[in-house]
């Protein structure tokens, strides 16, 4: 049965041995630094993400805020605008079927 720690294979392979360990540890050494960097991009895009979401809520809370200081003949005129407001972006935003069949190409 041959011996794999005997002192003749250890000499044998000892450079060997130590250059697989070292490029072992500088291949784990980069991983953990792209995983490191990858968790920071995560934790960027999270803090935007709450960011945007509190500044929905503020800009809610303000426009309610706004909202309930008019009086009622306001309140209805405000109501209506917003309605007419909502229905022309929804129709500027969303193309017909003409618009799409018969569209502008795009250019490559």
Not at 51 to 78: C, G, I, P, Y
Not at 98 to 104: E, N, P, R, T
């Amino acid at each position: 049965m041959p011996v794999i720690f005997h002192r003749k294979n250890i000499r044998r392979y000892f450079k060997t041995i130590w250059v697989i360990i070292l490029l072992s540890f500088l291949y784990l050494n980069a991983c953990s630094y792209r995983n490191a960097a990858v968790k920071a991009e995560k934790k960027t895009e999270q803090i935007k993400i709450k960011q945007q979401r509190e500044a929905e809520a503020s800009e809610a809370a303000a426009k309610k805020l706004h909202f309930n200081d008019q009086t009622k003949k306001v309140r209805e005129r405000m109501k209506e605008d917003e309605k007419k407001r909502n229905k022309y972006y929804n129709k500027k935003l969303g193309r017909s079927f003409f618009s799409i069949l018969f569209g502008k190409k795009k250019r490559r």
